[in-house]
């Protein structure tokens, strides 16, 4: 954030932006609850996402109706779909409306197509957000089943996670160096900054996408195509979200190593359906890379 100011309100758009995934991550039996209040109100409940947006844009005198309108509306209208998307398909084998959300949701954040509301150094703000209104829609109104959603790692999580780190590994260092993709980094960073880079990543990277990708698309693809065109169709579609990180044009190399990397994450989500699981493997992954390989 050098050469930005810091305003102390930032600190509290955070906390509320943070709250619900936290809430949602760690006491996931709670989020379905209030199912005895009026539909209207279940409905409109996630428009205070708004208020992180607002705080923010204050504080930093960019403000603009039409972006509160957005962040007011769409977590409302995810969930008005979904709502209807219950009601339409009882058996969640995956509604139109479902796909629409995702696809919606994933070209916001890919494109990044609501970043020009932030100032640039608090663009992640957005992600959370857009997370943050997908989690209330698919959890609390949608009800789907078996997305995973729970932070509380047991062992089995840890011993998948790593278990499959340990099948790709060998594949990604063969290929990413072969392609001239990944490097060696002259210097290994201290343990500290291993671990603090691996939570970070795991909270802030791994989770989010492995909520997306395995928790909702892979589980409801499941129920359409059954699970390995599943796997192999939410790895593809994985793969294509990194066209263009760390390059200006289509970055093939990224695309190929983070499509392979999809199928081994998709692989852990699906031992027992755990978000944790694959998040586990996904921020082992990143972590490596980032730290010793980039």
Request: with cysteine; net charge positive; glycine share 6%.
């Amino acid at each position: 954030m050098l050469g930005f100011p810091f305003h102390p309100s930032v600190a509290v758009a955070a906390l509320l932006t943070l709250l619900p995934f936290l809430f949602a991550a760690f006491w996931p039996i709670r989020v379905q609850a209030g199912q005895r209040l009026p539909v209207a109100v279940r409905i409109v409940r996630p428009a205070v996402l708004c208020l992180p947006y607002a705080i923010v844009a204050i504080s930093y005198s960019q403000f603009r109706w039409g972006w509160f309108a957005l962040y007011l509306l769409l977590p409302v209208a995810i969930s008005w779909m979904l709502y209807h998307a219950s009601v339409a398909d009882p058996d969640q084998r995956g509604d139109w409306r479902d796909f629409l959300i995702l696809a919606v949701l994933g070209l916001a954040v890919d494109l990044r197509w609501f970043e020009p509301a932030w100032p640039p150094h608090l663009a992640v703000f957005n992600k959370i957000l857009l997370l943050d209104g997908g989690i209330y829609g698919f959890l609390a109104i949608r009800r789907l089943q078996g997305v995973g959603f729970d932070l509380r790692l047991r062992f089995a999580d840890l011993r998948t996670g790593l278990r499959e780190f340990a099948f790709f590994a060998p594949i990604a260092m063969a290929l990413g160096l072969g392609l001239g993709f990944l490097h060696f980094h002259p210097e290994l960073p201290s343990l500290s900054r291993a671990v603090m880079a691996w939570l970070f990543t795991f909270f802030f990277i791994a989770v989010p996408e492995e909520l997306f990708f395995r928790g909702w698309l892979q589980n409801l693809l499941e129920r359409r195509v059954g699970r390995q065109w599943a796997l192999v169709v939410t790895a593809i579609l994985f793969g294509l979200s990194h066209f263009n990180k760390r390059a200006i044009h289509f970055n093939w190399r990224y695309v190929l190593l983070a499509a392979i990397a999809g199928i081994f994450y998709g692989r852990a989500w699906r031992q027992e359906r755990r978000v944790g699981a694959s998040a586990v493997t996904h921020a082992t992954v990143d972590t490596l890379w980032s730290l010793w390989l980039r």
